[in-house]
């Protein structure tokens, strides 16, 4: 039972690129999450799922874009990253409204 | 909106010393209460949880009390490790919305010295 996890670990990017973050949990959880964390601030929801098929925006949206395709598994997508998007990426997952199991991170740097 | 306000840190002390984190909270509702905490280098993990007040969540010898009347969720540790050098954040959740949606302090960090 590995949780959830992330891939990947650590990435660079140029501005303008894109990439895909992959969140992925064992626990047949129907609610996932996409959170961001920045010095000084608590993590904020970027995005989140209550069920395969079904996204939905949360605090901090613009810029970023998800999928929910298959149930243990929720992607993060960057079309077009920014210095703004530097931050580390965070996970979750939940069996409906209970408690939230995070992943272990992903650091993102845009230069 | 809801929020949630923590101590600014780091929070620095020596080995089995006595640790107490404050946290407030505003919210409409009758939220849940939550302190996770971070070590270096990993996720969040819950620490410990309260769903209504009064309740006292306890977890490896922490806890914190729900206090309605003061608005407020410390986090509280009689005798300190190195190992819990870690931030530890305090959180709400909203469910209001359908979800359980997470409201997070800023974090506190907490460092133990031998």
């Known amino acids: 039972n590995a949780g959830v996890t992330q891939t990947p670990k650590f990435r660079v990017l140029k501005t303008g690129q894109s990439m895909t973050l992959l969140c992925a949990q064992d626990?047949?959880?129907?609610?996932m999450y996409w959170y961001r964390q920045d010095p000084g601030m608590g993590l904020r929801l970027i995005h989140y799922?209550?069920?395969?098929?079904?996204?939905a925006k949360g605090e901090v949206p613009d810029g970023y874009n998800v999928s929910r395709l298959k149930k243990q598994n929720f992607l993060l997508g960057l079309e077009s990253a920014a210095p703004s998007q530097t931050s580390v990426y965070f996970c979750?997952?939940?069996?409906?409204?209970?408690?939230?199991?995070f992943g272990p991170g992903t650091r993102l740097l845009v230069l | 909106g809801d929020s949630v306000t923590q101590m600014e840190g780091p929070v620095t002390l020596s080995e089995e010393a006595f640790l107490t984190i404050n946290c407030t909270y505003t919210a409409t509702g009758y939220p849940s209460l939550f302190w996770y905490v971070q070590y270096p280098g990993e996720g969040l993990q819950l620490l410990l949880k309260?769903?209504?007040?009064?309740d006292k969540g306890s977890n490896k010898g922490f806890e914190a009390t729900y206090r309605k009347e003061t608005t407020s969720f410390h986090l509280e540790k009689g005798s300190v490790q190195v190992s819990d050098s870690a931030v530890y954040f305090c959180a709400l959740s909203d469910r209001g919305t359908g979800f359980q949606k997470l409201v997070f302090g800023t974090g506190t960090r907490l460092l133990v010295s031998p």
């Open positions: 626990m047949n959880h129907e609610y």
């Open positions: 309260a769903t209504k007040a009064d």
């Open positions: 979750a997952s939940s069996y409906y409204q209970e408690t939230q199991y």
């Open positions: 799922s209550v069920g395969e098929g079904t996204t």
